[in-house]
């Protein structure tokens, strides 16, 4: 909308903002309203009253508004060469014509009443004169005029007023507000409406793993539920807000809708600023002084009483024939005190210009401060309506093919899964059976213990009673090679023998079953990035600037700035709305514009501006300046002698990831059950015997799975379809395809030797496979087997709810409008690197069909995107 007002003309720039009336600039409203000699408002001439006599009791009679035929105002004084006692003077009369007044039924000036509106252009005086009242009329009358068009009438199409014409592109209509609100209310009816017919529908065809369903039928169930679902995703976004009835609007309509509720706030705020404009316009022409020709009227009146007290009354008239004289005595005045010698032109000339400043200062006080705060006030209304107004977003944008070619997929991962469960609880079989083995093996050994315990005392016994018995005939023995000490010592040795089992079944079972770390990756490391704090303020990212006058300033996560002021003030400045907010210390909020000219007044006397380039500028009482940029928290600051320091004050953020080096992660044991774990340190080996022939390793355990019942050759053949590498390596991974702890430092899974990629978790989203997510980027098959012992026995493993069902509400959506938005594509059950497993292209044609009949077969061909065309028997 074109503002053709003074940039600080807050009075114009509402009225044609809110009406688009173009009300022009007030500095011009008095170029086309100047005599020859350059007086605003007034044409005159001081010409001699020599036969006239003039004293206190006839004055009035002869000076004033209207007292004589020809002029408007008449203003007579005596000049008598200066100020003091004179013996001689003359009297001179001011003769004063009103330039653009309108006239009486008499052909008379006359001057505007109270709250008059008056239309005038251009028009030619007695003299010639060319003037034009149209810039006045317009910015005195017509912006009051549009204001009435818009409260009336509802819309300002085709408002004109003395030669100035809204534009349709630029008139307002409030109507357009209601019905803008009733086309979102059908359209929420709409929706409404056929999200339950497809709701029905979809009912209808079946679940989506319906036994009926065909390949190319279930894109069309597809393509029912994806509509159900974004029709009422539509409904839920147009959903109101709270449960209070609405206000009916002007014309009726009680809104429906969020967007209905927003636009009928939105009507409601503007044409309360419009009564707001119109209020002030009464005030200021409530006296009439809104005409700047009553105003001259009053500085004349004012003068002529000064005239009478100080000139007149302090002269004495004589005749001289048909002449007068006035002489003067110690209290005579000519020169007045604010305007000067009435005998020269200028004194006039600034008289005029009194009244302009008047009326101006009249128009910033009464029109322009209200506008302001108005303009504000609306400002802040529809700032708030913002998120009412959110562009609409539909949940499910996927097309048919990305759905076919997911339906082929999901065809495979079901097989594999369900391989993977039956291969996960025969390794849990095995594990359970191998840990009874393990308690047997350990109560044979305490037996075997106490076995050797008890040998080891009866042969003490026997041995001490032989010993005695042989006395001095085995006193050498004691001191050789062969005596009682070393078998002594040898029996020693032997009750070692049940310390070492001990020993070794206790390392070995206790680090073989029990050993397994995690790690507590759900430590709460607070960096302040956001949400607010206690007490309900903005919560900082940053140190805080003590500013000259002792208040503080501490840039938000938000980007906005709080300053707090040493008497308890508390300003919230928003520079992405220019709104500042300002809580006196008894709770008072008030706001004001960081976009007005000239700044925002803060309450210590600095002012702050909004610039450009969105830095915030603040200029304090004693010359300091200091200049923020809420977006880096950048700081420079100019010293009153010229000294520039700059600085940061967003540096908190930096600090608090500095600290997260210090922080030490802690590692739990895990009492899960580790099957990899009976390779470690060889201690279970080791105690049951020692040496490498006896250890018990991973791959020795998987003997029986290669050959045999159970084993690849058997029920798990099919195995090999999904995945070719060997059966073995799925516990070549730590702790069966957990991630090492090397793994977790480089960022790869399953032992890929690859950093991560867009697999993942929810919480290290970049951290690759990480264990059952398979290698991230790089197809890894040792990953992805990985990934079959990590899944849940218990989950489903025959419905086909890709995860992007299964988790509807936190899909990927799309802002429509053609703006995408960006979302990670990971899923917890799909391979990170490529549709199938190792790079096999499995389809539902390439298995075998056990429930399908002859007749089942596709009878027509495949369109474009390769998806089978039949609806499905």
Do not use: C
């Not at 493993?797 to 299964?806: E, P, V």
């Amino acid at each position: 909308m074109p503002i053709v007002s003074d940039a600080d003309d807050y009075w114009g720039k509402a009225v044609t903002l809110y009406t688009g009336y173009p009300v022009p600039s007030r500095k011009k409203v008095f170029d086309s309203l100047l005599s020859s000699e350059g007086f605003p408002l007034f044409r005159m001439d001081i010409s001699p009253l020599a036969s006239t006599e003039l004293t206190s009791s006839n004055f009035s009679v002869l000076v004033g508004w209207h007292t004589q035929e020809g002029e408007d105002y008449d203003l007579a004084f005596v000049h008598a060469g200066g100020d003091g006692k004179h013996d001689g003077g003359t009297l001179y009369q001011a003769n004063i014509v009103f330039i653009g007044v309108p006239v009486d039924g008499n052909g008379r000036a006359r001057l505007l009443d109270a709250g008059e509106l008056w239309s005038a252009g251009k028009f030619t005086g007695v003299l010639g004169n060319e003037w034009d009242l149209s810039l006045l009329s317009q910015y005195q009358s017509g912006s009051r005029a549009a204001i009435d068009q818009l409260r009336s009438g509802r819309t300002t199409r085709g408002f004109s007023y003395n030669g100035l014409t809204v534009l349709n592109a630029e008139a307002v209509d409030a109507d357009s507000f209601e019905r803008t609100a009733q086309a979102f209310d059908r359209g929420q009816k709409f929706f409404q409406d056929q999200a339950a017919v497809l709701k029905q529908w979809e009912t209808s065809l079946g679940s989506e793993n319906a036994a009926w369903r065909g390949q190319a039928a279930g894109l069309f169930w597809q393509l029912i539920h994806q509509l159900h679902r974004n029709y009422d995703g539509y409904v839920d976004q147009l959903a109101p807000e709270g449960t209070a009835a609405a206000e009916a609007m002007p014309g009726g309509h009680v809104p429906k809708s969020r967007f209905s509720q927003a636009l009928a706030t939105a009507e409601k705020a503007l044409m309360t600023e419009a009564k707001a404009l119109s209020d002030a316009w009464d005030a200021w022409a409530a006296d009439g002084r809104h005409d700047p020709h009553r105003i001259l009227m009053e500085i004349l009146d004012k003068v002529s009483v000064w005239v009478l007290e100080n000139n007149i009354k302090h002269t004495t008239v004589s005749s001289n024939g048909a002449a007068k004289n006035y002489a003067t005595n110690a209290g005579f005045k000519q020169v007045h005190p604010e305007y000067g010698d009435l005998h020269d032109m200028a004194s006039w000339k600034k008289m005029g210009e009194e009244a302009v400043k008047q009326w101006n200062d009249n128009v910033q006080t009464d029109l322009v401060t209200p506008a302001q705060t108005s303009l504000t006030n609306l400002k802040t209304a529809w700032s708030d309506l913002e998120d009412a107004f959110a562009e609409l977003r539909t949940k499910d944008t996927s097309t048919l093919s990305e759905n076919y070619a997911d339906d082929q997929r999901q065809i495979a991962e079901d097989q594999a899964n369900q391989q993977r469960n039956d291969l996960n609880n025969s390794l849990n079989n095995l594990g359970n059976g191998l840990g009874d083995g393990l308690d047997n093996l350990g109560d044979s050994l305490n037996n075997l213990g106490d076995g050797l315990g008890d040998g080891l005392d009866n042969l003490g016994d026997g041995l001490g009673n032989s010993l005695s018995n042989l006395g001095d005939g085995l006193g050498g023995l004691g001191d050789g090679p062969g005596g009682t000490s070393n078998l002594t010592d040898g029996l020693g040795d032997l009750s070692d023998l049940g310390n070492g089992l001990g020993d070794g079944l206790g390392d070995g079972l206790g680090d073989g079953l029990g050993d397994g770390t995690g790690t507590n990756l759900g430590a709460g490391l607070g960096l302040g990035l956001g949400g607010t704090t206690d007490d309900g303020n903005p919560a900082t990212k940053g140190s805080t600037l003590t500013n000259p006058d002792g208040s503080t300033t501490t840039l938000n996560a938000d980007g906005t700035l709080t300053t707090r002021y040493p008497d308890g003030t508390t300003q919230l400045l928003d520079p992405e709305t220019g709104i500042v907010t300002t809580t006196a210390p008894d709770g008072t909020k008030t706001t004001g514009d960081l976009t007005i000219p000239g700044g925002h007044l803060n309450p210590d006397g600095s002012t702050t501006t909004l610039n450009s380039d969105g830095t915030l500028t603040t200029t304090f009482p004693d010359g300091t300046k200091t200049t923020i940029d809420p977006e880096t928290g950048a700081l420079t600051t100019t010293a009153p002698d010229g000294t520039v320091t700059t600085g940061n004050i967003s540096t908190g953020l930096g600090d608090g990831l500095g600290d997260l080096a210090d922080h030490t992660v802690t590692p739990t044991t895990s009492s899960s059950f580790d099957l990899d774990d009976l390779t470690s340190s060889g201690n279970l080996g080791d105690g049951l015997g020692g040496g490498g022939s006896s250890a018990l390793t991973t791959s020795s355990l998987l003997d029986g799975l290669d050959t045999g019942a159970g084993g690849r050759d058997g029920d798990y053949a099919g195995y090999s379809d999904y995945d070719d590498g060997s059966t073995s390596d799925l516990l070549s991974a730590s702790a069966l395809g957990a991630p090492s702890s090397a793994s977790l430092a480089d960022g790869t899974a399953g032992g890929t030797g690859e950093a991560g990629g867009s697999g993942g978790t929810p919480l290290f989203p970049g951290m690759g496979g990480m264990g059952g997510m398979g290698g991230g980027g790089n197809n890894s098959n040792s990953g992805e087997r990985v990934r079959t012992v990590l899944t849940d026995a218990g989950g489903n493993t025959r419905g086909r709810s890709r995860a992007r069902r299964a988790t509807e509400d936190d899909e990927d959506v799309v802002v429509t409008r053609g703006r995408t938005a960006t979302t990670s594509t990971g899923s917890p059950y799909y391979p990170a690197g490529g549709g199938t497993q190792g790079g096999q292209a499995t389809q539902s044609g390439d298995r075998g069909r056990s429930s399908w009949v002859e007749e089942d077969e596709d009878v027509w061909g495949t369109d474009d995107g390769g998806a089978p065309a039949v609806i499905g028997r």
